[in-house]
């Protein structure tokens, strides 16, 4: 039996019958319709599973789905029992209500008789003693007393205030009254729990509102009936008030329905909206088309919640990532119509052409912050994408529950199966974890309460990732997949010329095992390249021989995109033609012919004047879309006949052109070229080729603009040094939007006085007298210049360039480009040159005798200087270091340090560590910078040998600004350490090296510890601390926010020559901070036994233990906080963010005392 159909028969011993199924709308699975098994069945009562009874779907809700309707059962025969419908009872079937309530004597055990299912009115023509009400209105179902639906519909109405009425004394009235409280009870509840269903966004089914209104309308005849009964005994119009109040109640209860219906409508309508417009950006994404060189990596990946599935997994990936939220990228492949062969004869005829998860475990992603910031959106979309289902433009992308293609691939591994195990659920997780990160509301209904609003404006700005966007996607991804391509993906061209990654099942569906191991024997045997998940090959080829064999294997593979083919010889018109034939039988769209020279040969006399026309003729086929020629000298003057129609779109003539000669053969290519977006040619003298090219481009009307670069002298391949000359045209017009020049010398070219000059380069010093003279024509005859950049190789030079061509523009004050001036060391810029007092000087190093010698002496007070490092060096005089301290003084909110570098050596004078200080303390307190503090031991027993405040500057430079201190233990010896400091001791400190630390003293060994003790911050109840125990005690204080004076967490220790006692090695270890620390390194460190290694490994290990039950205890594991939680959780997030790499242990074991480890 198929897949798409279910199998009946009547009875134990019926004839088979095959009912097609449907897909439910409401829960995304097969099901059969009851009406379906009516039509072949009449009189069909319920179905039957062998010995169990069948139930009817539900759905989210666990309501019933209304038309009612049963689950698919493939490869089951279900057996079908029915009803005559006289009113005999089916002893097989369970009684509806005995769990309930007794029946009286009068009763029927079993079932209500079919007869009674379609009476309606029978209330009011049989006595009180008979059948419920309720009842009458039951329609036929498939009984199920365990689990009987909880919809709003008349059967679970009836089900719940069934009961036995026998005869007693109680008046019949009262006996109805109390059946009518019931109802009316019920139906309270019922819309209640509908209440929920709105606020929650779930919208549920119309039958369920006209089955609600149905009893609703039973129970005010209910009460008509009482009325009668109560009018014909007046002992019982005391009755009168309480049928007055329940008239009352059904009619509120009435006009809430309808008020819940109008109220459930309007959702329906905005969920169709928002699905619409997911559907409209689906299509975007999926319909956008990349070129080649556009399309380097896959474009359709989602992200999935990574879990650890043991402790050791948390260990490996870093005690200070226990806290983050841990999410893997998957890649999808692109299958679709594409993929189906042409020929229709598939080699997998199980396989289906749905986009699904690529065949690869997933990418941890690095930097996720960054990562979600980037491309949240984008990926917000692919996940409702793939959450919901999507068939656009002949791809089709199946809902998470139909998602079973996985099954029919036969490359499937066990991975994937586990990803697919709960996709749903992660999927859910995904979304709601992107949009409360970006803020982006739900696209469809959301499931949090009073979310059924719809932002337009955020959900209407997503837009598809361009190539720049793909390219750097890979640098957020850990991947060990050296030599593969991500996701373990083949590129492939469609027919169209659309570039799209596909699974090997995919690829393979059109792929011809012989054809490609011939291709790859053929390149193997000549020692080329060729990447099969890319579609390239790389090829250098020897001689003509060679070179027919491997265009024999080319043309019969249809998985080649891209082709470069290297010449050791000169080859002829006719091995070219050999080319340009083995090209046309493939889907080659990209296509670069490296030559060694281009000289006619002796066996090519006569064909030298057309010897370029097979390789013109490769561009006419259709399929090549772009061309690059290298060092192909003289390619345009070989040219006999062009072809009528050319379809590349970007073409390279990477040879030194002769334009006297050579352009009119350019302009007849433009002029063939209708689709040409990107020209390139070398040559000398670009005057005489830009008249040419604009009268062509004047005839031929490209719908497009085209982009043309003219590189100036001989060809080579460095040409981000080479001059250039590059023209942007207008679309359908010859209209110069923009012309930039690169030039090496001011005499290259003539087109400075060109009107459309917009960026200007020199790429060499000039002399300023040139330079003027030739920025002078520019500026005469252009009036919309946008950036000027300029070298000086000279730094004495360089102020002197500046003012001078700041006061030749000053002289046309509409001239605003943005300049820049550099030279080996500095480089001057500036948004506006007319605005010399906004100039910034930007360098990679400062040196404390540069302002001695000169260097940037005479820059202005208000200029504003960047450099990378400040590197002082104080061994030099005093009078120096108080120099540069007062150029530092004078200019400190001028002045951008990102890092200094402070080298104490033999002979560094004391006498300016005061200073220091003041100058360090006024810096750092405008800025972050890192303060690197180096002291050679000879070095600090100098400083040392100053006065108190000398050595009390010293120790609060290393104390309250230095992030790096190497230096040897010595110096930690003074009787002038310092108390610590407001918030702990080196509370900048995020790396410590200490050298030479021989036996210290307990109260030396104390100065070691205050540096790498652990700086407790007020974070809920302290997650890191000793002993306590967090499970089910979430922090009862909100966490600080407020990070600008929070210490730095030592993250690198390095000890080297370090003797140290048992006690004190026992000291440390329990000291570090374990959440804070990355690396450990321990070099010729004595004492340290394999118990300290072992207490250091149970500190990780419990700390993980401790952090991760926090984490539990916050929220769930999806991240979201308990409503009444009193945590902050933008400050776990805050905790969250100080994760950055694994704690590394390294000990130098070679160098270990042979009694220690």
Request: aromatic residues 6%; glycine residues 6%.
């Amino acid at each position: 039996m198929a897949d798409d159909s279910q199998s009946f028969r009547k009875g134990p011993d019926g004839s088979v019958i095959d009912i097609e199924v449907s897909l439910d709308p409401d829960t995304n699975q097969k099901v059969i319709y009851w009406s379906d098994i009516e039509y072949h069945f009449p009189k069909a009562r319920f179905v039957k599973k062998k010995s169990t009874h069948v139930t009817f779907v539900r759905n989210i809700m666990c309501e019933g789905c209304e038309p009612r309707r049963i689950k698919h059962y493939p490869g089951v025969v279900l057996e079908v029992l029915e009803g005559d419908g006289s009113g005999t009872q089916i002893s097989s079937v369970p009684a509806a209500t005995s769990a309930d309530t007794p029946r009286s004597s009068t009763a029927s055990e079993g079932v209500t008789p079919p007869a009674m299912h379609h009476a309606p009115n029978l209330t009011r023509s049989l006595p009180l003693e008979g059948i419920d009400p309720i009842s009458a209105v039951e329609s036929p179902a498939i009984l199920d007393t365990a689990t009987a639906p909880s919809s709003f519909t008349l059967n679970d109405v009836s089900s719940s205030v069934k009961e036995s009425v026998s005869i007693s004394s109680t008046p019949p009235s009262h006996q109805l009254l109390h059946r009518t409280q019931s109802m009316l009870q019920e139906s309270s509840a019922q819309m209640v729990r509908y209440e929920k269903s709105i606020q929650a966004g779930r919208v549920v089914q119309v039958d369920a509102f006209e089955a609600g209104m149905q009893v609703i309308q039973d129970i005010r005849e209910e009460i008509l009936v009482l009325r009668s009964e109560v009018a014909k005994n007046d002992e019982l119009k005391v009755l009168t008030q309480k049928i007055k109040d329940l008239e009352a109640a059904a009619e509120a209860r009435k006009k809430r329905m309808e008020e819940m219906h109008k109220e459930s409508v309007k959702m329906h309508q905005e969920g169709l909206d928002r699905l619409a417009l997911i559907q409209g950006k689906v299509s975007a994404i999926l319909t956008q088309t990349y070129e080649l060189h556009e399309y380097p990596i896959p474009r359709l990946f989602i992200v999935l919640p990574k879990e650890d599935t043991t402790r050791t997994e948390k260990i490996t990936r870093g005690i200070k990532n226990i806290l983050a939220k841990q999410f893997k990228l998957y890649f999808l492949c692109e299958c679709g119509d594409h993929t189906k062969p042409a020929d229709g004869r598939p080699q997998n005829p199980n396989l289906k052409h749905e986009i699904h998860l690529a065949l690869h475990e997933g990418y941890d992603i690095d930097r996720p912050s960054e990562f979600f910031g980037k491309y949240g959106s984008y990926i917000l979309t692919l996940l409702q994408m793939l959450k919901y289902g999507v068939s656009i433009a002949g791809v089709i992308v199946p809902s998470l529950s139909q998602l079973e293609i996985i099954g029919s691939l036969s490359s499937a591994t066990e991975d994937i199966d586990n990803v697919l195990k709960d996709i749903g659920p992660k999927v859910d997780s995904s979304i709601s974890y992107i949009e409360r990160l970006t803020g982006v509301q739900s696209q469809l209904s959301s499931s949090e309460p009073n979310a059924t609003s719809m932002d337009s404006a955020t959900l209407g700005g997503l837009e598809a990732l361009e190539g720049a966007d793909l390219r750097q996607l890979e640098s957020f991804l850990k991947s060990n997949d050296e030599g593969r391509v991500l996701g373990n993906l083949y590129r492939v061209v469609t027919s169209e010329g659309h570039v799209k990654w596909v699974c090997l099942d995919h690829y393979r569906e059109n792929y011809r095992v012989k054809a490609a191991q011939d291709l790859r024997d053929a390149v193997e045997e000549i020692k080329g390249k060729y990447n099969e998940a890319t579609g390239s090959v790389e090829i250098q080829l020897g001689t003509p021989i060679a070179a027919r064999k491997f265009y024999s294997a080319l043309e019969s593979s249809r998985f080649v995109q891209e082709l470069d083919v290297t010449f050791d010889w000169s080859p002829t018109m006719q091995e070219l033609r050999e080319l340009r034939d083995a090209i046309k039988f493939t889907n080659i769209h990209h296509v670069r012919l490296n030559g060694r020279d281009s000289d006619a040969t002796i066996f090519d006399l006569f064909n030298n004047g057309r010897r370029s026309d097979p390789v013109l003729q490769m561009m006419s086929g259709g399929k090549v879309r772009s061309l690059e020629l290298n060092d192909w000298e003289g390619f345009l003057d070989r040219i006999g006949t062009i072809p009528t129609t050319l379809h590349v779109q970007k073409l390279s003539i990477n040879s030194t052109e002769r334009w006297s000669k050579s352009a009119y053969h350019l302009v007849e290519i433009l002029r063939a070229s209708p689709l040409l977006t990107e020209l390139t040619c070398w040559g000398s003298g670009p005057e005489l080729a830009l008249d040419p090219v604009m009268e062509a481009l004047e005839n031929s009307k490209l719908q497009q603009a085209l982009k043309l670069e003219l590189p100036l002298g001989t060809y080579s391949r460095y040409i981000r040094d080479t001059s250039l000359v590059s023209v942007e045209f207008e679309a359908g017009s010859s209209k110069i939007l923009s012309l930039d020049l690169r030039v090496a010398n001011m005499e290259e070219t003539s087109l400075f006085q060109h009107p459309s000059v917009r960026n200007i380069h020199i790429l060499s010093q000039q002399e300023l007298p040139l330079l003027l003279e030739a920025f002078q024509r520019c500026l005469e005859l252009n009036a919309g210049l946008e950036s000027v950049r300029v070298t000086c190789s000279d730094t004495d030079n360089l102020l002197a360039y500046l003012a001078a061509l700041h006061g030749l523009f000053a002289k046309y004050p509409r001239q605003k480009p943005r300049f820049c001036l550099s030279d080996r060391r500095l480089t001057v810029t500036a948004n506006d040159i007319q605005d010399i007092n906004n100039v910034r000087f930007d360098l990679d190093e400062i040196y404390t005798l540069d302002i001695a010698t000169g260097f940037l002496s005479d820059i202005r007070d208000n200029y504003a200087i960047n450099a990378q490092t400040l590197n002082l060096k104080l061994d030099t005089t005093s009078t120096n270091i108080n120099a540069f301290l007062r150029f530092l003084e004078a200019r400190s909110t001028q002045v951008q340090f990102h890092e200094v570098k402070i080298s104490v050596t033999y002979g560094s004078d004391p006498d300016f560590l005061p200073a220091l200080h003041g100058a360090l303390r006024s810096y750092c307190a405008l800025r972050d910078v890192q303060v690197w503090v180096e002291m050679a031991n000879a070095g600090g027993n100098s400083l040392l040998a100053g006065s108190s405040a000398q050595q009390d500057s010293l120790w609060r430079i290393l104390q309250d600004y230095s992030t790096r201190i190497d230096m040897s233990y010595r110096l930690l010896l003074s009787s002038s350490h310092p108390s610590s400091s407001p918030g702990g001791p080196y509370r900048r400190l995020d790396y410590l090296r200490l050298k030479k630390l021989h036996r210290p003293t307990n109260q030396e060994f104390s100065c070691v510890l205050s540096m790498v003790e652990r700086i407790d911050e007020d974070v809920g109840s302290s997650p890191v601390k000793e002993g306590e125990d967090l499970v089910g005690s979430p922090p009862s204080t909100t966490p600080s926010l407020d990070n600008e004076n929070a210490p730095n967490r030592l993250c690198e220790i390095e000890l080297s020559d370090c003797w140290l006692s048992e006690t004190q090695w026992l000291q440390l270890v329990q000291t570090v901070d374990i959440l804070a620390l990355s690396r450990l390194h321990l070099e010729y460190s004595y004492g340290f036994t394999h118990a300290h290694l072992a207490t250091l490994v149970d500190r990780c290990i419990s700390t993980a233990a401790r952090v991760h039950a926090l984490e539990e205890s916050l929220g769930s594991k999806d991240g979201s906080l308990p409503s009444k939680s009193a945590v902050d959780w933008l400050a776990v997030e805050d905790l969250r963010a100080r994760v950055h790499q694994p704690f590394k242990i390294e000990l130098n074991l070679s160098s270990v005392a042979e009694d220690t480890v």
